[in-house]
């Protein structure tokens, strides 16, 4: 489209939304300042640069099409494209097994903040903040259970790597005058019915304090619930009311990834009822096809319902942004493009959504009223925005 019809189409559009009271210019700043959190592991299929073996422990990447980063120079080399063909504020989420380890083997329990130092740099260049993960999965010990595994070596060795991640972290965040963000996911569970349920859950939970014992301002731990994992699909030990009690109690920030709960069930809204309760959101924002299937986040009802709902809430300040997916059958720079710009529309839908009238409609009972507005408002010239948005910042 000629940027001469963008700018009209915007123009009607800006028009259109005042007459809700929407103002359009100000729904564009705001989606400029909202950071979102790139994956870096769509890049290379969650394999990383530390054994260059295929994701295992819970999760599963299929699909061969070509270009999967081999190393940090084409991984680097993709999240500059990706970032070179998105308007607004990124950021850019590590694992632990991305660090760079120069060619040596550096087992998780041996991981330090000098393994992130180029990454560091490289992101500062780019004035990208860095978020943080630890890495449990894809590793001999990982097995069924890590940090609530009863075996203590194998506990102790898991504990280890989550408080050495949690000072890498911390380091991140000092680097760069901006608290690093922190997600720590665990697969643990079984494949078949288990009988200690409550075992494995007492100790998860004391894993969990010695890691967050240590005060490190810097940096913010999150915990990531979860249904199910591949292979494990009876019981997981870090299920969605044990992480809702955990950061409860604890303060602690909640993860919540699209992917992780029932085909049916409703995920935006646990977003109004963890408010209440934990400090802030972390969201993987994702797409399970019939499960966790980790397929390219889309502008469905499923983002669109939760954007809206941390917007209705007034709690854009208390979520952190991130994507989760992992599609290897499709180009993975596209597959970036697609789910950013998906958020992104939700996003700016949110902003953009008649909130004021809606409010007033439900305070007054007006029911038929608030069902229509939020019908019409669906269909108002929400691209016509996006398009702008893009347009205005040169890409
Ligand atoms: C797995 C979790 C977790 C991972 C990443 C790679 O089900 O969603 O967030 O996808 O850590
Ligand atoms: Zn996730």
């Given at each position: 489209?000629?940027?001469?019809?963008?700018?009209?189409?915007?123009?009607?559009?800006?028009?259109?939304?005042?007459e809700?009271?929407?103002?359009?210019?100000?729904?564009?700043?705001?989606?400029?300042?909202?950071?979102?959190?790139?994956?870096?592991?769509?890049?290379?299929?969650?394999?990383?640069?530390?054994?260059?073996?295929?994701?295992s422990?819970?999760?599963?990447?299929t699909?061969?099409?070509?270009?999967?980063?081999?190393?940090?120079?084409e991984?680097?080399?993709?999240?500059?494209?990706v970032?070179?063909?998105?308007?607004?504020?990124?950021?850019?989420?590590?694992?632990?097994?991305?660090?760079?380890?120069?060619?040596?083997?550096?087992?998780?329990?041996?991981?330090?903040?000098?393994?992130?130092?180029?990454?560091?740099e490289?992101?500062?260049?780019?004035?990208?903040?860095?978020?943080?993960?630890?890495?449990?999965?894809?590793?001999?010990?990982s097995?069924?259970?890590?940090?609530?595994?009863?075996?203590?070596?194998?506990?102790?060795?898991?504990i280890?790597?989550?408080?050495r991640?949690?000072?890498?972290?911390?380091?991140?965040?000092?680097?760069?005058?901006?608290?690093?963000?922190?997600?720590?996911?665990?697969?643990?569970?079984?494949?078949?019915?288990?009988?200690?349920?409550?075992?494995?859950?007492?100790?998860?939970?004391?894993?969990?304090?010695e890691i967050?014992?240590?005060?490190?301002?810097?940096?913010?731990?999150?915990?990531?619930?979860?249904?199910?994992?591949?292979?494990?699909?009876?019981y997981?030990?870090?299920?969605?009311?044990?992480?809702?009690?955990?950061?409860?109690?604890?303060?602690?920030i909640?993860?919540?990834?699209?992917?992780?709960?029932?085909?049916?069930?409703?995920?935006?809204?646990?977003?109004?009822?963890?408010?209440?309760?934990?400090?802030?959101?972390?969201?993987?924002?994702?797409?399970?096809?019939?499960?966790?299937?980790?397929?390219?986040?889309?502008?469905?009802?499923?983002?669109?319902?939760?954007?809206?709902?941390?917007?209705?809430?007034?709690?854009?300040?208390?979520?952190?942004?991130?994507?989760?997916?992992?599609?290897?059958?499709?180009?993975?720079?596209?597959?970036?493009?697609?789910?950013?710009?998906?958020?992104?529309?939700?996003?700016?839908?949110?902003?953009l959504?008649?909130?004021?009238?809606?409010?007033?409609?439900?305070?007054?009972?007006?029911?038929?009223?608030?069902?229509?507005?939020?019908?019409?408002?669906?269909?108002?010239?929400?691209?016509?925005?996006?398009?702008?948005?893009n347009?205005?910042?040169?890409?």
């Open positions: 489209m000629k940027e001469e019809q963008i700018k009209k189409a915007y123009e009607l559009a800006k028009a259109r939304y005042a809700f009271g929407i103002d359009t210019d100000k729904a564009i700043e705001t989606l400029e300042r909202t950071p979102i959190s790139l994956h870096c592991w769509q890049a290379d299929d969650v394999v990383g640069f530390e054994r260059n073996e295929a994701a422990g819970g999760i599963q990447t699909g061969n099409y070509p270009g999967k980063a081999r190393n940090i120079d991984l680097r080399q993709d999240i500059d494209k970032t070179s063909l998105l308007a607004g504020h990124m950021r850019l989420n590590l694992h632990e097994t991305y660090g760079e380890f120069g060619g040596q083997f550096v087992d998780r329990d041996q991981v330090e903040v000098k393994h992130f130092q180029g990454w560091m490289w992101a500062k260049e780019r004035n990208m903040k860095l978020d943080f993960n630890s890495t449990s999965f894809s590793h001999p010990k097995g069924s259970l890590t940090l609530s595994n009863p075996d203590k070596s194998i506990r102790d060795f898991w280890e790597h989550t408080k991640c949690r000072r890498i972290a911390d380091a991140m965040g000092a680097y760069q005058g901006d608290p690093c963000i922190m997600n720590i996911w665990v697969h643990d569970g079984s494949k078949d019915y288990t009988v200690e349920k409550l075992r494995y859950r007492q100790i998860l939970k004391e894993s969990l304090d967050l014992a240590e005060n490190l301002p810097n940096m913010k731990p999150c915990l990531e619930a979860k249904l199910f994992g591949i292979g494990l699909e009876a997981t030990v870090g299920s969605h009311d044990f992480y809702a009690g955990y950061c409860a109690k604890n303060n602690v909640y993860t919540l990834d699209t992917g992780h709960y029932e085909p049916t069930e409703n995920v935006s809204d646990a977003v109004s009822a963890l408010l209440l309760f934990v400090p802030e959101l972390m969201l993987h924002v994702s797409r399970p096809m019939h499960w966790d299937s980790d397929h390219v986040t889309l502008f469905d009802d499923n983002t669109r319902n939760l954007f809206s709902e941390l917007v209705r809430a007034d709690a854009l300040d208390r979520a952190h942004i991130g994507l989760d997916y992992f599609d290897a059958s499709i180009n993975r720079i596209g597959a970036y493009i697609i789910g950013v710009r998906a958020a992104q529309k939700s996003l700016l839908q949110a902003f959504e008649p909130l004021d009238t809606l409010r007033k409609y439900e305070d007054e009972g007006k029911l038929f009223e608030r069902l229509a507005l939020l019908e019409e408002a669906k269909t108002l010239p929400v691209g016509a925005v996006y398009d702008y948005f347009l205005k910042n040169n890409v």
